[in-house]
């Protein structure tokens, strides 16, 4: 019976709203992101998961228990579905490290380097994909509720792009999702950033 995967980003944070970067900064969501979690409810309980595993940061687990509570099921919690570590630039925007890092900014951009001090794309990919194969369900959804960065890396390697192609795939906005869904010729790319009209967030809000 075919598997089937949602990568679902968390609802909006007042620094996504700002354009800043979080990275791991454990920020809470602001009004519009917490109205957002609360109608992703209905949407998931229309079509149910069968098991729902969140990064442990409040943005995420927030939104992650808003869908649990209408699903009936319980939550599961897992750092490995953390955003990108972004070290030295966690807390600033876009406009700010291009200005303080324009050669690192650059290499990023093009997935060949790595935030100061932070982590490369591949190896948020690396940790988060071994979350999605120990609780990949036979014949149900996995729903799994991470960040832009994460979910991005997650659909590269699933579909065994490579890493210099990733940035092909629009950042989700809060509160949207992709399904993967498990085919003969491995992964494949159901559905991309699908969401929920007007309370969605900007898709190219900071991670």
Do not use: K
């Not at 009004?31 to 209905?42: I, K, N, P, R, S």
Request: glycine content about 12%; aromatic content about 4%.
């Amino acid at each position: 019976m075919t598997a089937r995967i949602v990568l679902l980003r968390h609802g909006q944070t007042a620094s996504n709203a700002e354009g800043r970067i979080q990275g791991q900064l454990d920020t809470p969501l602001n009004e519009v992101g917490l109205a957002q979690a609360e109608a992703l409810g209905t949407v998931f309980a229309a079509d149910p998961p069968a098991v729902v595993v969140t990064s442990d940061l409040r943005r995420a687990r927030t939104t992650a228990q808003a869908v649990c509570e209408h699903v009936g099921l319980p939550l599961l919690v897992d750092a490995r579905l953390r955003e990108t570590f972004f070290g030295e630039w966690q807390g600033r925007t876009g406009d700010e490290v291009r200005a303080g890092w324009p050669e690192e900014y650059e290499d990023w951009v093009h997935h060949v380097g790595a935030p100061v001090g932070g982590e490369t794309p591949a190896e948020v990919g690396e940790r988060a994909v071994q979350v999605a194969r120990e609780h990949l369900v036979t014949g149900g959804t996995l729903l799994l509720v991470t960040h832009g960065g994460t979910a991005r890396a997650l659909v590269g390697m699933l579909t065994e792009l490579p890493v210099d192609q990733w940035r092909r795939l629009a950042p989700l906005g809060n509160t949207c999702w992709s399904s993967l869904v498990e085919s003969a010729m491995g992964w494949r790319l159901e559905r991309h950033n699908a969401g929920l009209g007007p309370l969605t967030g900007s898709p190219t809000g900071a991670l």
